[in-house]
Each structure stands twice: as structure tokens, then as C-alpha cells.
């Protein structure tokens, strides 16, 4: 959401000067009125927008009908962030419980205003999966997921330098805030969001923005697709 606004400043001039003739002080007629100064349509001052709080989101899938996440917090402080979810690898049922625990830490900057939106630049600098109690170890140490043989329930396991569980340690994004919800970009093709020539230019469904601490939180059923972090 962009808040913008146009400041119109205006300044009047009233001057008067003495001027001495003879042994009298003669007063000297005051000056006309300087011209309004406008400040022109397009110099408006924009608040860069704040993230700052807890969101949350239910259940979200991929293009693919997989699930990205059956639940996630981000907690977006002044400039870094922690996001907490649930999630999966190749289940499509939002009832079932997640094989993954996801964390991600880093941080952001907030870019230019966009027609729609802003530009946020993220940087992860700690990921971490954590296989659950309904996740199978071995399927993970048979396939070698995120490059690593040794999976253990309840063991968490550093992948920010997996480049097959993580397509970036950065994020070229776009985010918005309508009402009590946030929506980041939809990466698509060119528009991964792992360059900033990739950035997103469009936003993922409303279905899927997280909403803030406190509102109500779309039902999982609702969440048709998805986006990667």
C-alpha cells in the first residue's frame, strides 16, 4: 500500500523598509504580494512501507497441487526476519501433518514504490529443516535431499548452501500490504526472483497473503496455490 502526498507550500511576502528624508522617518509603501510557489504535481513524497509485525498463513500449494507450506509465521522486525513453517515435499493433503520444520532468518530492505506494491530485497543468512515425527528418514537419505545423507527425526539440518533445497540465498521480491494481509510476488519463468531483472511482476493470489497477528487466517481448503520463499 503507498501513501502518498502532495505538499502545497505557499509564501507571502510582506515587507517594509524606512527610508529617512530630511529629519522624518518617511514609511515606504509596502511591497505587492510574492507570486504562490507551488510545489509541482509530480514531486510527491512517498512513506516507505513497514512490514513490521507477525503473519501468519494456512496451508499453500504449488502450480503443481504440492504443498509449499501447511503453516507459516514470519515475524518481520525493522530489517531482519524469522519465519517459522510447516512443510512438505511431495504431500497435495492439507490435512495431513508436515514432514518438514522450515526455518529461515535473514534480512530485508524495503526498495522504490512500485505502481503496485514495493520492491523488498531479502537475504537469507540461516535455513534450517527439521524432519518431523510423520517424515521418513530414509526416503530422505535414499534421494540425498538437500544434498545430505544423514537425515534424523527432530535433528535439524543447516541447508542454506544447498542449492537444490534452496534456489537462493537471495530474494528480489515484491510485497504489498491490503488491509490486514501481505502479498509477495508470484515467481514464474523469467520472474524467479533470484535476480533483480527476475523480480516478480505480478502477486501470488489473494488466497495465499499471510495475515497479520490477531485476523483471521484464510482456511486451509481456500489456499489453491502457491509461492517458493
Known amino acids: ?53 507477525t503473519w501468519t498463513s494456512g496451508c499453500i500449494k504449488n502450480e503443481f497441487g504440492q504443498i509449499n507450506t501447511f503453516k507459516s509465521t514470519n515475524v518481520y522486525n525493522e530489517n531482519t526476519f524469522v519465519i517459522n513453517q510447516d512443510a512438505g515435499v511431495t504431500e497435495t493433503d492439507c490435512t495431513l501433518d508436515p514432514s518438514i520444520k522450515v526455518l529461515y532468518e535473514g534480512t530485508y530492505v524495503i526498495g522504490e514504490a512500485l505502481e503496485d506494491g514495493f520492491q523488498i ?52 521480491d515484491i510485497v504489498k500490504i491490503v488491509g ?18 527476475g523480480r516478480p511482476d505480478k502477486f501470488s493470489i489473494e488466497a495465499n497473503f499471510a495475515t497479520k497477528a490477531g485476523a483471521a487466517a484464510p482456511a486451509a481448503e481456500d489456499a489453491a496455490e502457491g509461492q517458493d520463499i
Open 1 to 53: 500500500m503507498k501513501i502518498t502526498m502532495i505538499a502545497l507550500l505557499s509564501v507571502l511576502f510582506l515587507g517594509s523598509s524606512c527610508k529617512r528624508k530630511g529629519p522624518e522617518l518617511e514609511q515606504a509603501a509596502p511591497k505587492e504580494a510574492a507570486p504562490e510557489v507551488v510545489t509541482p504535481a509530480d514531486a510527491i513524497v512517498v512513506d516507505k512501507l513497514s512490514i513490521v509485525g
Open 121 to 172: 530485497d531479502m537475504e537469507f543468512t540461516k535455513v534450517t529443516w527439521t524432519l518431523t515425527e510423520a517424515a521418513v528418514p530414509a526416503f530422505f537419505n535414499d534421494n540425498a535431499l538437500c544434498g545430505i545423507t544423514n537425515w534424523e527425526t527432530g535433528v535439524a539440518q543447516d541447508v542454506l548452501s544447498s542449492t537444490s533445497c534452496l534456489k537462493s540465498k537471495k530474494v528480489y
Open 180 to 197: 490486514d494481509k501481505i502479498g509477495f510476488g508470484e515467481p514464474a519463468g523469467e520472474n524467479d526472483a533470484m535476480s533483480p531483472e
